[in-house]
């Protein structure tokens, strides 16, 4: 087999093939159907089957804790990002709602 290595491609990726190359080396999370979208981005996760696993799989995705401002306590909610999201943020141990799409 033959890698297409002289496919390079310079800059101008198109968004819906983003990560295509090096997408097994992103984190996944098992998929959560209450859970679809990136709450940093909005977009949906992209989701796959996993044969190793026999589950549905979120591609770049991960797990993390938000700060809830509103609530009265001290609460924090598990929410599902995209891992390059969270990056992007300075890839922060917890959010803070204002990260977050309204
Ligand atoms: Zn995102």
Known sequence: MTRNSSEMVSGNVSN???????ASDLPKVLADENRPKCVICGNVFDMYYDDEDGEFMYRNAMEIDVELD????DETENVLVH???????????????DQLLP
């Open 83 to 97: 891992f390059t999201c969270h990056k992007r943020l300075g890839a922060p141990a917890i959010l803070s709602s």
């Open 70 to 73: 509103d609530a009265a306590v």
């Open 16 to 22: 819906s093939n983003l990560q295509e190359g090096n």
